[in-house]
């Protein structure tokens, strides 16, 4: 009997047993992995927020500094682009400083040994102050050009978005994630006209008396995803740029299914994010016209459109990180009220934003009363 009661001990599991274990553990990893991914993307949202934090608090110690923000693009321009930066610099060189980046900055302020352009020999040619335009080093592919515009800094980099650079042309320089706001303005996004947003035109330095609808209801920075081979035709890193729109609703027309661009997007020539020393809109700004994660339009495969909409977009669920003027950081929803998306894009818009909450959020100087609506 002992020997029987032994033998049935020893005998282990049956087949069936054990595939009846393993469907077990199966169903408790299926259930467990969407928390674990849901508890990863809630850590990689709130480096992204803290990202967003450590960039208006540069912003506000470069205005502590020089009684005003840096512009949205602006530099030295001679008409040569390896001579000078074209007045294509955005933001982030000049709160390079305040970002823990003063030795980069140093070396982006001073005149610096690279490649030539025309020989390609390493050392052949003395950079300007401030380098030349930050499109350059995309174009010659190569880390003996510029050195400063290849640095890649951690607090500009969003962790939700995974693009990374690597070898070869257009993909060796530093990425940047965040981006500056230009308001609910998107006509003439690089000339004159109005001025609706903190960073909202070449060559301005807005003081913080001008927000006068008040820094806890104006937004700053938001974030956008990195324009990529991989997302080519995507809503995330891709845009639509061959004309034929003056409103945000002939824009809407492009977005397809599975956040696609129809019928189709800019491909390679998309300059989101591509370097960090950029500006203007097309390269890291974007306005509040579309709600976060709407399809991007210009009017240009180039950086020089008329009519231009980019709103913010990310990897995150449901919306976008924005930093507002107060300092603050806020979670804004892709369902925001975005107004009449039928108005035209004006180069003069005045008074209230007509594109909803989301637009009154962008001006500076619109009047609107947003309170606690976002």
């Not at 993307?41 to 540069?58: D, F, G, P, V, Y």
């Not at 980069?104 to 690279?114: D, E």
């Not at 000339?191 to 609706?196: D, E, F, L, N």
Request: proline share 7%; net charge neutral; glycine share 14%.
């Amino acid at each position: 009997m002992f020997a029987a009661i032994l033998s049935r001990l020893r005998r282990g599991f049956t087949l069936v047993e054990l595939l009846v274990v393993i469907a077990i553990i199966g169903i408790l990893i299926a259930l467990l992995l969407p928390a674990v991914q849901a508890a990863r993307e809630a850590a990689r949202r709130s480096q992204c927020t803290n990202n967003l934090k450590q960039i208006m608090l540069a912003a506000h110690n470069y205005h502590d500094n020089y009684k005003a923000f840096p512009t949205g693009f602006g530099g030295t321009d001679t008409g040569d682009w390896y001579m000078s930066n074209m007045g294509q610099l955005g933001p982030f060189v000049g709160m390079a400083p305040f970002m823990e980046q003063a030795a980069l900055y140093a070396m982006v302020a001073t005149r610096t040994q690279g490649r030539n352009h025309q020989t390609g020999a390493p050392g052949s040619i003395t950079y300007p102050p401030f380098g030349p335009a930050p499109w350059v080093e995309a174009d010659l592919g190569s880390a003996n050009g510029y050195p400063p515009w290849h640095v890649e800094i951690p607090t500009l980099r969003c962790p939700s978005d995974g693009v990374q650079k690597s070898a070869g042309w257009w993909n060796d320089t530093g990425r940047v994630n965040y981006c500056a706001s230009f308001g609910d303005k998107c006509a003439d996004m690089w000339g004159g006209g109005a001025i609706r947003g903190i960073f909202s035109r070449r060559f301005y330095y807005c003081k913080m008396a001008e927000i006068i609808d008040g820094t806890s209801n104006t937004v700053a920075f938001s974030e956008h995803t990195i324009g990529n081979s991989a997302f080519h035709n995507k809503i995330h890193g891709d845009y639509w740029g061959d004309g034929g729109f003056t409103s945000p609703a002939e824009c809407l027309v492009h977005k397809g299914p599975n956040q696609t661009i129809i019928p189709n997007g800019v491909g390679w020539e998309t300059r989101r994010g591509m370097w960090w020393p950029g500006g203007g809109p097309t390269c890291q700004g974007f306005n509040t016209v579309l709600p976060p994660n709407s399809v991007a339009c210009s009017d240009s495969r180039g950086e020089w459109g008329w009519y231009e909409i980019f709103p913010p977009d990310s990897f995150h669920p449901g919306g976008v990180n924005v930093a507002l003027a107060d300092g603050s950081v806020r979670f804004i929803s892709e369902t925001i009220n975005a107004g009449n998306s039928t108005v035209q894009c004006s180069p003069n818009p005045s008074g209230p934003s007509p594109y909803g909450v989301w637009g009154a959020l962008g001006s500076i100087n619109g009047g609107e009363s947003v309170g606690a609506n976002f």
